[in-house]
């Protein structure tokens, strides 16, 4: 393990982010979390967490990074490319300091697999405009690694849940759908693993970087998952849904575009690590108490 402290700067603290860096702070690590916004600021400021001003568009002060020795970014790519490594290109030029970057991307970077499994070792083959910017997005923060001697994680996270977003949730609130299509099948995983996963990995030294796979042991269909929480909580699932007549928005949609099982046998022979939810089944307790509160 490495030395404590740790001073972590997490770009993009939202709802995975932000879990991470509870989880670093818990640790007793130090942390800095970027904002964009006045109200996520003041949110942060009032925790007592340390604040980096990402409201402009520009490139960064080259002494952005002093005294940071460990960074992750979560936050997409877009269009014209990484905006976060674009607006640290000076900072990270100075950033003599830094010694590991984790960067939280995307199991969608596999494309669609109709349903077989698929490891880190699998080759990239996305067929979403936004899994095409995830690969680009990857080999440049593995290149910026490399440049300054900064270990560099990638971290594919498979469909995300937790308190406040995940099936008991939308049940509670009428927002659920169980719709079917054939032969789909989503691999998941609950954000205090991808947490534990990450803070583990972060705190790991003596290896070099990987590509790491963070999705539990039990995919299945998303209407599965639904019929679970139902029977958990207790209350009638709602209708099944045919896929092709279901009304949904085109993002909603491309999600059913990609179907396939992913592996985390890496995660835990390289890491050690042990899910503390292995499949949504051991999830849901914890989550019909904490959405009921």
Do not use: C
């Not at 697999?113 to 997005?137: I, M, Y």
């Not at 019929?227 to 279901?246: D, K, N, Q, S, W």
């Amino acid at each position: 393990m490495t030395r404590l402290p740790i001073r972590l700067l997490v770009i993009g603290p939202g709802f995975t982010g932000g879990a991470i860096l509870k989880a670093a702070r818990a640790a007793g690590h130090q942390v800095v979390a970027s904002w964009r916004n006045p109200v996520v600021r003041d949110s942060l400021e009032k925790a007592g967490i340390e604040t980096l001003d990402l409201s402009g568009d520009g490139p960064l002060a080259p002494d952005t990074l002093e005294g940071v020795t460990h960074l992750l970014v979560s936050v997409p790519p877009g269009p014209a490319g990484d905006p976060v490594l674009q607006r640290l290109q000076p900072a990270l030029a100075k950033a003599g300091g830094l010694e590991w970057i984790g960067y939280l991307s995307s199991t969608n970077v596999y494309g669609d697999h109709g349903g077989d499994w698929v490891s880190e070792d699998t080759p990239t083959a996305p067929s979403l405009e936004r899994g095409k910017r995830r690969v680009v997005a990857e080999a440049a923060w593995q290149a910026a690694g490399a440049a300054i001697g900064a270990r560099v994680d990638i971290f594919r996270l498979a469909g995300i849940y937790g308190p406040g977003r995940n099936a008991i949730r939308s049940l509670i609130d009428g927002k659920a759908r169980r719709i079917v299509k054939e032969g789909q099948v989503f691999s998941r995983i609950h954000v205090a693993d991808i947490a534990a996963a990450v803070l583990l990995a972060m705190q790991l030294e003596g290896r070099p970087g990987m590509v790491f796979n963070l999705a539990d042991d039990d995919p299945m269909p998303p209407a599965d998952v639904i019929g679970l929480a139902a029977e958990a909580l207790g209350v009638t699932p709602p209708p099944l849904e045919a896929f092709e007549t279901a009304e949904m928005s085109e993002m909603a949609r491309s999600f059913y575009l990609e179907s396939k099982r992913v592996r985390n046998d890496r995660v835990k022979e390289v890491l050690g690590f042990a899910f503390r939810y292995p499949s949504i089944r051991d999830a849901l307790p914890d989550l019909i108490r904490s959405e009921q509160r």
